[in-house]
């Protein structure tokens, strides 16, 4: 079937939609959505704070190079700067190929990068880790805590108003579904994107949360983006993998689960009272969700640089 709206050859065919799109209209509707998302998510902010410098998680793979393609088509040129903020967990074989797409897209974009990593964080890479500390589960778990202190230490020395990340819809609709399944209705209302400025935490944006990973990978493809199409060496042991798996079953017999499941988080959220003040961490000081240590410290406070 053609295009629904030109009668030209389609790229895709929406199913949770309905829609039939050639690659001209998916394009528009792929920025169109993107940028309509950004903004909301800018403006439940804006009461807050005024957004003149953003960050942007970028990796090379293409969820975030496609958030720093659609940050720079919009933000770019209205007086808003843009910092590209990267990790390194000193992964072999994986993470300083995807930094090198990441450092060639910012340097044909002229946008400034930051590239914090674990050794510099805890002494350690993440393999050195892991074999200092095997952990009881998924490597993920210690990775997520290292990941998210190091972004929020470059957010903050980087003097960031907010940071976009590139989380799709598969991701958030399967971080909703864990949360569910945990019974965790606080976590489930704490979820990016923040609505809320939290003192000593940067409050995280997700332009990409309502289209799913397939779109945003051929929206990668049909722009002709070069972006680092590799799994890490430890994606096989994520917990979360269990979730995608049952998501992409429900989605194949029930399409729309997952925008389902991002609405029904949100109206969850409205209903609730905004989130209690974070304390300090006794320790270092930064955001803790409790009154004691903040998850870093508790894990990682002994190997702390
Ligand atoms: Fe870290 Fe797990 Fe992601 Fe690999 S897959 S970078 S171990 S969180
Ligand atoms: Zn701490």
Same mark, same amino acid.
């Given at each position: 079937?053609?295009?629904?709206? %030109?009668?030209? *050859?389609?790229?895709?065919?929406?199913?949770?939609?309905?829609?039939?799109?050639?690659?001209?209209?998916?394009?528009?509707?792929?920025?169109?959505?993107?940028?309509?998302?950004?903004?909301?998510?800018?403006?439940?902010?804006?009461?807050?704070?005024?957004?003149?410098?953003? +960050?942007?998680?970028?990796?090379?793979?293409?969820? $975030?190079?496609?958030?720093?393609?659609?940050?720079?088509? @919009?933000?770019?040129?209205?007086?808003? #700067?843009?910092?590209?903020? %990267?990790? #390194?967990?000193?992964?072999?074989?994986?993470?300083?190929?995807?930094?090198?797409?990441?450092?060639?897209?910012?340097?044909?974009?002229?946008? *400034?990068? &930051?590239?914090?990593? @674990?050794?510099?964080?805890? +002494?350690?890479?993440? *393999?050195?880790?892991? &074999?200092?500390?095997?952990?009881?589960?998924?490597?993920?778990?210690?990775?997520?805590?290292? =990941? =998210?202190?190091?972004?929020?230490?470059?957010?903050?020395?980087?003097?960031?108003?907010?940071?976009?990340?590139?989380?799709?819809?598969?991701?958030?609709?399967?971080?909703v579904l864990m949360n569910h399944s945990r019974g965790d209705i606080p976590r489930l209302v704490r979820m990016a994107p923040h609505r809320y400025v939290q003192s000593g935490f940067v409050p995280r944006l997700l332009p990409l949360r =309502?289209?799913?990973?397939?779109?945003? @990978?051929?929206?990668?493809?049909?722009?002709?983006?070069?972006?680092?199409?590799? #799994?890490c060496p430890f994606a096989s042991k994520a917990q979360r993998n269990i979730f995608r798996k049952m998501l992409l079953e429900l989605e194949n017999k029930q399409p729309g689960t997952r925008h389902s499941l991002l609405n029904g988080m949100?109206?969850?959220?409205?209903?609730?009272?905004?989130?209690?003040?974070? $304390?300090?961490?006794?320790? %270092?000081?930064?955001?803790?969700?409790?009154? +004691?240590?903040?998850?870093?410290? &508790?894990?990682? +406070?002994?190997?702390?640089?």
């Amino acid at each position: 079937m053609p295009c629904k709206s %030109c009668e030209l *050859e389609p790229v895709i065919s929406r199913r949770y939609s309905g829609e039939i799109l050639c690659k001209k209209c998916f394009l528009r509707s792929f920025e169109k959505n993107a940028n309509k998302e950004l903004r909301t998510q800018i403006n439940h902010l804006s009461s807050e704070l005024k957004i003149n410098r953003i +960050g942007i998680g970028l990796s090379g793979g293409k969820d $975030s190079t496609v958030s720093l393609h659609i940050l720079n088509m @919009y933000y770019k040129n209205r007086g808003i #700067d843009l910092i590209a903020l %990267c990790v #390194d967990e000193g992964i072999e074989d994986y993470r300083s190929e995807s930094l090198d797409y990441a450092k060639k897209y910012c340097s044909d974009l002229g946008v *400034e990068i &930051r590239i914090s990593s @674990y050794k510099e964080l805890i +002494g350690m890479t993440l *393999e050195e880790l892991l &074999r200092k500390n095997p952990p009881a589960g998924s490597p993920c778990s210690p990775c997520g805590v290292l =990941r =998210r202190r190091s972004l929020n230490n470059m957010a903050k020395s980087t003097n960031v108003d907010c940071l976009v990340m590139g989380h799709n819809l598969d991701d958030f609709s399967q971080t909703v579904l864990m949360n569910h399944s945990r019974g965790d209705i606080p976590r489930l209302v704490r979820m990016a994107p923040h609505r809320y400025v939290q003192s000593g935490f940067v409050p995280r944006l997700l332009p990409l949360r =309502r289209l799913p990973e397939q779109e945003v @990978y051929l929206y990668a493809i049909l722009k002709g983006m070069n972006f680092h199409d590799g #799994d890490c060496p430890f994606a096989s042991k994520a917990q979360r993998n269990i979730f995608r798996k049952m998501l992409l079953e429900l989605e194949n017999k029930q399409p729309g689960t997952r925008h389902s499941l991002l609405n029904g988080m949100e109206k969850i959220r409205a209903n609730s009272p905004a989130p209690l003040k974070l $304390s300090s961490c006794p320790s %270092c000081g930064e955001p803790s969700g409790g009154n +004691g240590p903040c998850v870093f410290c &508790r894990e990682f +406070g002994s190997f702390a640089v």
